[in-house]
């Protein structure tokens, strides 16, 4: 049988989603404790990979098991599991799927959001990248509209990155403030490595008067990543919101 699991996480401690040797990762810290529990071998695979220090509002797993999970059943496991992981990985919901419902490949629309705090913050250090100074928003609203005209994005890819396309589709890009902080938000159907934030130091550079909106351009029809602005820290990022079909339930 196999279920979905809808979590949230800091990513703080944590070398990103995906389990590797000798560092501690999502992925294998809540796969060791279903293990346990459930006393069968479960393996997860996830939505996506966030990197050492993302975050994730929410995120999407799944896993197949030989048991057939009643409705009790799950609420009792998602009960047991935010008992014994940290506080900062909290189980949101286990539910049935179909057979064939993938977690990373069932996804039609994955949202991210990077925050930007405009004063020192002792509280928002871990969730938030500081720039101290002044930022054209307006401007940077007009990059991201500007972006949202191109598929292509080899010029915000991880260089080392094995993806076969670097063809996105975005459908949403923009910039919100709320008092001293600055949101980020982007929704596509699918996101290159440090995509997100490479374009946010790109943006952060057009917003600084480091670079015009027809540098921008240049930028992303280079399609080298050297061209463009360098990447913002991973502490300001967060997986927003995953979208699936409702079919995906049976």
């Given at each position: 049988m196999r279920y979905f699991i809808r979590l949230s996480y800091d990513g703080t401690s944590y070398h990103g989603w995906q389990a590797q040797k000798n560092a501690i990762s999502?992925?294998?810290?809540?796969?060791?404790?279903?293990?346990?529990?459930?006393?069968?071998?479960?393996?997860?695979?996830?939505?996506?990979?966030?990197?050492?220090?993302?975050?994730?509002?929410?995120?999407?797993?799944?896993?197949?098991?030989?048991?057939?999970?009643?409705?009790?059943?799950?609420?009792k496991l998602v009960f047991k599991l935010n008992s014994y992981l940290g506080k900062d990985i909290a189980i949101r919901q286990i539910f049935r799927v179909r057979p064939d419902a993938h977690a990373r490949f069932s996804a039609t629309l994955r949202t991210y959001q990077y925050h930007i705090t405009l004063v020192k913050d002792p509280f928002l250090v871990n969730q938030s990248f500081y720039h101290?100074?002044?930022?054209?928003?307006?401007i940077m609203n007009r990059g991201a509209e500007l972006i949202m005209k191109y598929s292509d994005?080899?010029?915000?890819?991880?260089?080392?990155?094995?993806?076969?396309?670097?063809?996105?589709?975005?459908?949403?890009?923009?910039?919100?403030?709320?008092?001293?902080?600055l949101v980020f938000t982007i929704s596509a159907d699918r996101?290159?490595?440090?995509?997100?934030?490479?374009?946010?130091?790109?943006?952060?550079?057009?917003?600084?008067?480091k670079m015009s909106l027809r540098d921008l351009k240049l930028v992303i029809e280079a399609k080298n990543r050297s061209d463009?602005?360098?990447?913002?820290?991973?502490?300001?990022?967060?997986?927003?919101?995953?979208?699936?079909p409702e079919e995906i339930t049976g």
């Open positions: 999502i992925q294998k810290v809540i796969s060791d404790a279903l293990s346990m529990m459930l006393k069968e071998n479960v393996s997860l695979a996830g939505c996506g990979r966030t990197d050492t220090g993302v975050h994730a509002r929410e995120y999407f797993a799944h896993m197949d098991l030989e048991k057939d999970l009643t409705r009790i059943q799950a609420d101290y100074g002044p930022i054209d928003i307006d994005f080899t010029s915000f890819s991880k260089v080392d990155s094995d993806t076969k396309t670097k063809i996105c589709k975005i459908s949403h890009a923009g910039w919100e403030r709320s008092g001293n902080l996101f290159l490595r440090n995509m997100v934030r490479a374009i946010v130091g790109t943006l952060l550079d057009l917003g600084t008067d463009a602005g360098d990447s913002v820290p991973a502490c300001g990022l967060f997986l927003h919101h995953v979208n699936y």
